[in-house]
């Protein structure tokens, strides 16, 4: 089992910033990705951005330029820094990882709030 703990949301002002962490503890050995996704509401959950154990980071369109994902000692911590923030970015966000056989993992979500 694997668990993840965001925290970092809260209410900010149009063109802020935050940066969102997610604690990943358990049985980390075997991940392979890990991502950050948002779900507005009445809207679906929708990917923000992913890191792969190799390094390699994909973006959605709406957050490119603005948002970086990064992570600490590989597995256990993931970070999602969130500049130039819109009120359109006001979304539960939520850590996900990815462990081998495709065993999916997900946090219980951090509201972000941008009042405009």
């Known amino acids: 089992q694997v668990q993840l703990v965001e925290s970092g949301g809260g209410l900010v002002q149009t063109g802020g910033s935050l940066r969102l962490s997610c604690a990943i503890s358990g049985s980390i050995f075997g991940i392979v990705a890990m991502g950050w996704y948002r779900q507005a509401e009445g809207e679906q959950r929708e990917l923000v951005a992913t890191i792969i154990v190799g390094g390699s980071t994909n973006y959605a369109d709406s957050v490119k330029g603005r948002f970086t994902i990064s992570r600490e000692n590989a597995r256990s911590t993931l970070y999602l820094q969130m500049n130039s923030l819109k009120p359109e970015d006001t979304a539960v966000y939520y850590c996900?990882?990815?462990?081998?056989?495709?065993?999916?993992?997900w946090g219980q979500g951090t509201r972000v709030t941008v009042s405009s």
């Open positions: 996900r990882v990815v462990k081998s056989l495709n065993t999916v993992y």
